[in-house]
Nanobody, 122 residues
Framework: VQLQASGGGLVQAGGSLAVSCAASGLTFSMNNMGWFRQAPGKEREFVAAVTWSAGRTYYADSVKGRFTIARNNAKNTVYLQMNSLKPEDTAVYYC????????????????WGQGTLVTVSS
């Protein structure tokens, strides 16, 4: 199983950035997908999740209304659109796959990508 995250970079506060994650080696359409992030010196935290059918989504309070998670099962890809970015959004962003609907804990996810760095400057 491979989850390849991409799209990270440097953006100014208030700006937007989209990251994506391409999956291979698993039945993507049967897995719920999530995004987590980890800032330096902090624990990995939940950001957003989408069900296998893309029918439901769930967001951390800190990103609700600013971030949007989406998926394209035909392309085996999950996306995270990030708007109105803040310096506190700076972190390595990880995608992950789970068989648990709208899972929000690290331990609920079976497979992880390598992460992509998002840096928001003030």
């Amino acid at each position: 199983v491979q989850l390849q995250a991409s799209g990270g970079g440097l953006v100014q506060a208030g700006g937007s950035l989209a990251v994506s994650c391409a999956a291979s080696g698993l039945t993507f359409s049967m897995n719920n997908m999530g995004w987590f992030r980890q800032a330096p010196g902090k624990e990995r935290e939940f950001v957003a999740a989408v069900t296998w059918s893309a029918g439901r989504t769930y967001y951390a309070d800190s990103v609700k209304g600013r971030f949007t998670i989406a998926r394209n099962n035909a392309k085996n890809t999950v996306y995270l659109q990030m708007n109105s970015l803040k310096p506190e959004d700076t972190a390595v962003y990880y995608c992950a796959a789970s068989r648990v609907l709208l899972a929000r804990t690290v331990f609920s996810y079976d497979y992880w990508g390598q992460g992509t760095l998002v840096t928001v400057s003030s």
